[in-house]
């Protein structure tokens, strides 16, 4: 008779998310009454916009509570379209666009839809951990490329040619990143739009954090707009979760050619339905900037935050890192101090009380990510504790 519990399915061997149990520790010990203080969260500690609450809870008074098209409500892909044009200077239409119940769905979607066995998909690295297990749970294989930080984390174009093959279909960017804050510069991405459409490739631009950039020399841009005819060789996605503050609303969306987005959208039809309908309309008025000034007063303050994580960090001895330019993590390399990255924060969380993440699992193994959404009060007990411990690792 089978083993049912030994029978794997088409994506049944994901590797659980690293975060998880670092986040389950922590728990583990506020339960226990100890003073835990982490830096773990991937999500802004400010509460959603209040314009964006009432659109969303005007839309359910008014009974918008139904199924709307897989693809997302049509008023809420042409804001999306809108918002591309203006913001991002994609040359769109409604139609490329897909609403998602998250970003992190409209990135999975993008890659089952174009990618399959015997492909492969370029990832430049540390990369935030979910892309590689998307790219094999559709079939594909991740082909991972480091970068540096003397290069600001950012891809080498020359590696990039050198890497793609035959069966390359996809290259991941990340610009702001998770988990470096990196934000890339124009040269470098005008060099590898000539590349991927030289070579005939697709790049998924994964610009969930384009609005918290903090230098006025590093703006974002969105590769998809770069050189004439990008767009033709690029999936933006995007979402409403870090700029709005709104991470339990799920609601991402992508723009795609409209070519792929019809298999994007036959994909969702049968793997979701549509992204909740009320949380749609709440995100109308996020994209239609009826949320700015709220938007504006949270970069300032990450900024602020920015500032203050890096000046502490950087003068703690044994660790290094870059001065982030967007997103809200900072990525320390720890290698000095003899262990891997897990073992580091298993031993600070249960020495010190404090949560960081581990970053072997984001291709980055002797590097621990550090989250700023936070308060400053929590930015300074936490480094305070980092600190502590790796004083006590040097003796």
């Known amino acids: 008779m089978q083993d049912l519990e030994k029978t794997v399915g088409f994506m049944g061997n994901f590797t659980p998310s690293a975060t998880l149990a670092i986040a389950a520790k922590a728990k583990e010990l506020k339960a226990q009454g100890l003073d835990v203080v982490s830096m773990s ?9 209040q314009v964006i609450k009432d659109a969303c809870i005007n839309a359910i008074n008014e009974g918008k509570v139904y199924y709307t098209p897989a693809s997302g409500l049509v008023e809420l892909r042409k804001a999306v379209a809108d918002k591309f044009n203006r913001d991002n200077n994609l040359n769109c239409t409604f139609e490329q666009i897909v609403v998602a119940p998250g970003a992190k769905f409209s990135v999975f979607s993008a890659v089952a839809a174009l990618c399959g066995e015997g492909d492969e998909v370029i990832i430049p690295a540390p990369f935030w951990l979910s892309y590689p297990e998307m790219v094999k749970g559709a079939g594909a294989t991740p082909v991972t490329i480091p970068t540096r930080a003397e290069n600001n984390y950012e891809l080498d174009p020359a590696e990039l040619e050198a890497a793609i093959t035959d069966k390359t279909r996809l290259l991941i960017l990340t610009t702001p990143s998770n988990p470096t804050g990196a934000v890339y510069r124009r040269s470098t991405l005008e060099k590898i739009a000539e590349i991927v459409m030289r070579k005939n490739i697709m ?48 609601i991402g969306y992508l723009c795609a050619p409209k070519w792929l987005a019809k298999k994007i959208i036959a994909f969702q039809s049968h793997a979701t339905s549509n992204a909740t309908t ?12 009826k949320a700015d000034e709220d938007v504006a007063k949270m970069r300032a303050e990450f900024a602020k935050r920015r500032d203050l994580i890096y000046d502490l960090v950087s003068k703690i001895d044994g660790i290094k890192c870059i001065r982030p330019q967007g997103a809200f993590y900072l990525l320390c390399d720890i290698s000095s101090f003899g262990m891997g990255s897990e073992e580091f924060c298993s031993k600070l969380l249960t020495e010190k009380q404090m949560a960081a993440i581990p970053c072997w699992s984001f291709g980055a193994e002797g590097n621990i990510r550090l989250s700023y959404a936070c308060s400053e009060a929590n930015i300074r007990e936490s480094v305070k504790r980092l600190a502590e411990f790796c004083a006590s690792l040097k003796k």
């Not at 969260?41 to 916009?49: I, L, R």
């Not at 009320?278 to 900037?289: D, K, L, P, R, T």
């Open 41 to 49: 969260a991937g999500e802004p500690d400010f509460d959603t916009p």
């Open 203 to 250: 790049v998924l631009a994964d610009e969930i954090y384009e609005k918290l950039v903090y230098d006025a020399d590093k703006p974002h841009i969105s590769i998809g707009s770069i050189l004439p005819g990008m767009e033709n060789h690029t999936i933006t996605v995007n979402g409403c979760s870090k700029t709005y503050s709104m991470t339990g609303w799920r």
């Open 278 to 289: 009320f949380a749609q309309w709440g995100a109308i008025a996020a994209v239609e900037g």
